[in-house]
């Protein structure tokens, strides 16, 4: 064969659809990058870090199905890590090349040497060194086939003098294969877990991304069950548009009435999610769980039984076992509660705060309603999530990208550029924590590079909002929490970005309506208030009393101006404590 190994690596990312890779070039990885400038069918992304080239990998493979990261050897690659285990973690088929020294270095301690396959075993299914010529394009077609079907990272191990080498006929198959399965349980379990819906009265639904897919059977369901549908939040999306049976999400960043339903039912049935959370998984009802994959069956709570399968196909072959129920008080009961829970919702919605303290629930509704049908979010980890999972509306087209399972900091930016990239006709929208984006506030310049005409919207609380209340509900007064910020909108004009603050809750609705007409990019800093609070969906005790105690310890401290701010930030929250 005629061509370099790089060049024949390129070929096989093109043929297995990939049409760009994030990263930073150097050294090791040159002539896979001048083997991408001389191929019309692939782009190499120029990130300013390599964790966010991962991160922007994972989003658009999170969107489109397969994308690729790369980083040079040594320090390059090693800043892969952090986004690669957001994507792992979130089952996004990502592929990444993390090119290493000369293999004759191998083992001598050479400048940047890593060992790769150490490095990576734990954020990986596929983790090899393409050590020959002869071995790259079976180990590529290996690294892409288990990154596509098993949903997750491969990690491809490219020594720099390999890619140079000429290439070598694969002996193998060249181009992958994207092949689905329809999977459901056995006609005796379909038929036991029949049995056991059709003898209980009060049914509760609780979805996650793996019942995504299968919105119209899960409503269907419901109708024949009357029964409330909650959801987690990467289930949001898929599940809570035209639903005339939803009740919210439970958990960390959920509502009461999601929470209420499933602890007040006889049976839950778990479908396509593996929810973290035990303590907001009733123990006491019975519990009925399917998946896709059967080794997470029973390792959040106590089932009745555990069900392999696919939610759409397990459904339809479930419908035929099941009895109509006639009585609806259940869901009634759920539906009303989950309309007290949207009517004080809109609290915060309605009174927008004041100058510099403008209630970020205010901003985040702002946002769904100029947001087109069809954006896609990003959010940061924290409380970006908590004003996202429950402003932000579901309409059946929209998407929402998180490091929901990983739950790193800084993911939403670089999420977008991603984003972006995949979906140039379909409008992005970043929601940053100001702590978020300061860890990568480099990769603006990439933004700009690529003119990606990104909304960033920054929720400036000038502290570490989540962190702040965890220490907070645990007793502790916080501490190392507050943040001293740069003047964002001014960063973003040194980046060549459109840069709006909005610091009076009254500019707050044209500032943003300023913003998503702008053709760009452009970011957005709203001064938030510091000391808003996301309350759970069931006060524990213990909560009460850590912030009670985390409130007296602040006073004896000489802080009750701050103790004084927080209490008249969330006066209307007093009603849920006092429930």
């Known amino acids: 064969m005629s061509k370099k190994v790089a060049e024949q690596l390129t070929d096989m990312l093109v043929q297995a659809g990939i049409k760009r890779i994030y ?53 390059g690659h090693v800043h892969l890590i952090n986004g690669l285990y957001d994507a792992h973690r979130a089952g996004a088929s990502v592929l990444a090349i993390a090119s290493t020294c000369a293999t004759v270095e191998f083992g001598s301690g050479y400048f940047q040497e890593t ?6 075993d734990d954020c990986s299914y596929y983790n090899q060194i393409a050590a020959t010529p002869a071995q790259l394009p079976r180990m590529t077609q290996a690294a892409l086939q288990h990154a596509i079907q098993q949903k997750g990272v491969s990690v491809l191990g490219l020594p720099g003098d390999v890619s140079a080498m000429e290439a070598v006929e694969n002996v193998t198959a060249d181009k992958n294969y994207f ?65 005339p049976y939803e009740v919210g999400m439970t958990g960390l960043l959920g509502l009461p009435s999601a929470y209420h339903a499933m602890h007040e039912s006889e049976m839950v049935i778990l479908l396509g999610t593996d929810f973290p959370y035990t303590p907001f998984i009733p123990q006491d009802k019975v519990l009925v769980q399917i998946d896709t994959r059967p080794e997470r069956l029973g390792r959040r709570a106590k089932l009745e039984m555990g069900l392999h399968g696919d939610a759409k196909t397990t459904l339809k072959a479930l419908f035929p076992l099941l009895k109509v129920k006639e009585d609806d008080s259940f869901l009634k009961a759920q539906l009303h509660i989950y309309e007290k829970v949207k009517d004080h919702l809109h609290t915060y919605v309605e009174d927008k705060g004041k100058k510099n303290a403008i209630h970020p629930e205010a901003v985040a509704a702002e946002i769904d309603k100029l947001a087109t049908s069809d954006a896609i979010f990003t959010v940061d980890t924290g409380m970006c999530c908590v004003w996202a999972s429950r402003y932000i ?36 929208v970043a ?35 989540m962190v702040k209340l965890e220490m907070e509900v645990a007793g502790l007064p916080d501490s ?11 960063v973003a004009e040194a980046m060549g970005i459109k840069g709006i603050t909005i610091s009076d809750p009254e500019n707050l609705e044209s500032g943003l309506q300023e913003a998503f007409l702008y053709n760009g990019p452009v970011l957005i800093n709203v001064m938030t208030d510091p000391n808003a609070l996301a309350m759970p969906p069931k006060i524990e005790l213990k909560m009460m009393t850590g912030m009670a105690l985390s409130m007296t310890k602040l006073m004896l401290g000489g802080k009750f101006e701050e103790v004084l701010d ?12 006092l429930d």
């Open 179 to 243: 092949s689905k399965a329809l999977i459901r349980p056995g006609d005796e379990e379909l038929q036991a877990l029949a049995n056991l819906i059709n003898k209980h009265k009060k049914v509760t639904i609780f979805c996650g991304i793996g019942a995504a897919d299968a919105h119209d059977e899960v409503v269907e369901l419901a109708a024949l069950l009357k029964a409330p549908v909650g959801y987690s939040f990467r289930g949001k999306m898929g599940i809570q548009y035209e639903n």
């Open 393 to 428: 509306q579901a309409t059946g087209k929209r998407s929402m990208v998180g490091s929901f399972t990983h739950g790193s900091m800084a993911n939403a930016m670089p999420h977008a550029i991603g984003a972006a990239l995949a979906c140039p006709d379909r409008q992005i």
């Open 115 to 120: 060992n790769t396959i150490k490095l990576f």
């Open 566 to 577: 927080t209490v008249k930030s969330n006066y209307k929250h007093l009603e849920d404590l």
């Open 23 to 75: 990263a930073v070039t150097g050294d090791s990885l040159n002539e896979l990058n001048d083997a991408v400038r001389r191929n019309p069918d692939i782009k190499w992304i120029h990130v300013r870090h390599e964790e966010a080239g991962a991160y922007a990998a994972a989003a658009e493979a999170e969107l489109t199905g397969l994308a690729c990261c790369a980083g040079s050897s040594g320090p």
């Open 431 to 465: 929601m940053c924590g100001d702590g978020g984006i300061s860890m990568l506030l480099g990769d603006l310049a990439t933004i700009k590079q690529y003119n990606l005409p990104i909304k960033i919207v920054v929720f400036n609380n000038r502290s570490l909002g």
């Open 480 to 490: 190392e929490t507050d943040m001293v910020n740069p003047e964002f909108a001014l």
